[in-house]
């Protein structure tokens, strides 16, 4: 993976790592130019993970852009107290949400642990509730959520026309250069 200086986005998740297979990925983790790398259900305990970070906080004084690290279903214990022994508190956030996805973070946070208090054997409340108290959006109200409240409703976004490639009626027709969606032409513009 360092012979490779575009890779953005490396997906090792069910591959049985453990702590050492975690720890050779440091000098990937440094990178400043790495955006994700998923490890979930990787058998990696508190020792991985600890390396893992401080790698990350070695490396953020040269990044600009978010990194997301998947890190749930593994077997951290305690990962709040992990996470706050390593990283300072204004360098991350374990939100994944509208406000904060795999490529901006709300509060602008250079890195996403997102469901890190989610690890084999279930969930650690304790730990869900100090990450998530680090985030930008406050916990979910409304119907069925703990403590009521009125709830926030957004907007359902309008349907997106769907390309038929069978040759039944409407869809994508036309070559190169030309798009035309159940009947109406369109001409590519760019």
């Known amino acids: 993976a360092e ?12 591959n049985s790592l453990g702590d050492d297979g975690v720890a050779a990925l440091a000098p ?13 259900h990787n058998g990696i305990g508190a020792e991985g993970t600890r390396e893992l970070l401080r790698a990350v ?12 690290i998947r890190l749930e279903h593994n077997k951290i214990a305690s990962p709040a107290d ?22 901006m ?7 996403h642990l997102p469901l890190i208090w989610k690890q084999e054997g279930g ?13 930008p959006t406050p916990p979910r109200s409304g119907p069925g959520a703990a403590g009521g409240g009125a709830g926030v409703r957004r907007a359902a976004s309008p349907p997106r026309p769907r390309p038929n490639y069978g040759g039944g009626g409407g869809g994508y027709r036309g070559g190169y250069g030309e798009r035309r969606w159940a009947g109406r032409e369109r001409s590519r513009s760019r």
């Open 28 to 40: 990937l983790v440094e990178r400043p130019d790495l955006r994700e790398l998923h490890l979930s």
């Open 57 to 68: 906080k070695r490396g953020l004084p040269d990044r600009k852009e978010l990194m997301m």
């Open 82 to 103: 992990l996470v706050l022994s390593e990283l300072d508190e204004r360098d991350f956030c374990c939100r994944y949400d509208a406000r904060c996805t795999r490529s």
């Open 105 to 111: 973070c709300a509060r602008g946070r250079l890195v």
């Open 3 to 14: 012979e490779c200086p575009s890779l953005t986005i490396v997906k090792l998740y069910k």
């Open 123 to 135: 969930v650690s409340n304790k730990d869900k509730e100090v990450l998530e108290g680090r985030s």
